[in-house]
């Protein structure tokens, strides 16, 4: 084999494995996060910063899929997985997110994402996607235990009401695994990674639609906005073109592992930009939800 085809082979080789196309999944996507701040003072409402990264996400993606469709995949399935999958994957957790992050913080925010994996094993499990692993269920539980620590923890403190929006987080996760296990058994065969993505984000954007129009989101921020926006439709395209690779490659467990990546993301992003702090609650949470991820992810006979 000459250098340059074992250069092509290992890049492919690369390219394929599940841990880089973990990390790179995580970090792209988890670039939301800030990102998301950083949209807000720019005059941006939550599901604007939803709708307009997914609207333009989604077009580029699937423009790049639609040129590259050898053959003419049937319309009807795609169309309807696309917008199931949007709304499990893009509409629920991205706008619950952006409207949680306004009152607890970048950082407690990210912790949710966690928490994807335990739930799901356990959508997986109940649809005999997964067996029955003893160990595995009682890591969802104690991950669950971690979650209630830091719901009930963030919700002492005096007067900031945040344990309620930290309840509503918790429809993030439970939301993204859905769409795991969704995606995993309804993926149409034949169809480009890109365009299923470009599919999926559209279908996200057709779903906040209307209540965009609603909440009266389609304001026009000046140049500064939307140059944000235009910086979020870059990470978004390259994340999600990524995501629907990693998905091909890997298990719904192992897949919905990304999520522990955006949460170091977020989490690392509040410290280290936005003056945030850990509290102890915090650490206790993160502590027992890792132990809990431990537990699912352990090799048993």
């Not at 929006?165 to 993204?176: D, E, G």
């Not at 979020?232 to 990693?246: D, I």
């Not at 930009?273 to 992810?297: K, Q, R, W």
């Amino acid at each position: 084999m000459n250098a340059p085809s074992l250069v092509g082979s290992r890049l492919r080789q690369w390219g394929d494995a599940p841990l880089l196309l973990l990390i790179a999944t995580g970090m792209l996507l988890g670039s939301m996060l800030p990102m998301s701040r950083v949209a807000r003072a720019e005059g941006w409402t939550p599901l604007a910063f939803a709708f307009w990264p997914a609207l333009g996400s989604g077009l580029v993606l699937a423009f790049a899929g639609g040129r590259s469709v050898t053959g003419t995949p049937e319309a009807r399935p795609v169309l309807l997985y696309s917008l199931i999958a949007g709304v499990l994957s893009v509409a629920v957790p991205n706008s619950i997110t952006f409207i949680v992050m306004q009152f607890v913080g970048t950082s407690v925010t990210s912790l949710v994402y966690t928490l994807p994996p335990l739930f799901t094993y356990a959508f997986a499990w109940g649809l005999g996607i997964e067996r029955y692993r003893p160990l595995r269920l009682a890591g969802i539980v104690v991950g669950l235990v971690g979650a209630a620590i830091l719901v009930l923890g963030r919700g002492s403190a005096p007067g900031t009401g945040s344990s309620w929006w930290l309840a509503l987080a918790l429809c993030t996760p439970i939301s993204i695994a859905a769409g795991n296990v969704y995606r995993k058994l309804r993926m149409p065969k034949g169809v480009p990674a890109s365009l299923l993505a470009g599919g999926m984000l559209l279908g996200g954007a057709l779903a906040l639609l209307p209540l965009l129009v609603m909440n009266g989101g389609l304001q026009r921020p000046g140049m500064a906005g939307w140059s944000v926006i235009l910086a979020q439709c870059f990470f978004t395209s390259l994340g999600y073109r990524v995501y629907f690779h990693f998905q091909k490659v890997a298990d719904p467990v192992y897949f919905s592992q990304f999520g522990y990546v955006v949460s170091a993301t977020g989490v690392l992003s509040g410290l280290l930009f936005f003056n945030e702090h850990l509290t102890l609650p915090m650490l206790l949470s993160m502590g027992v939800i890792l132990a809990g991820i431990a537990m699912v992810n352990a090799r048993t006979a």
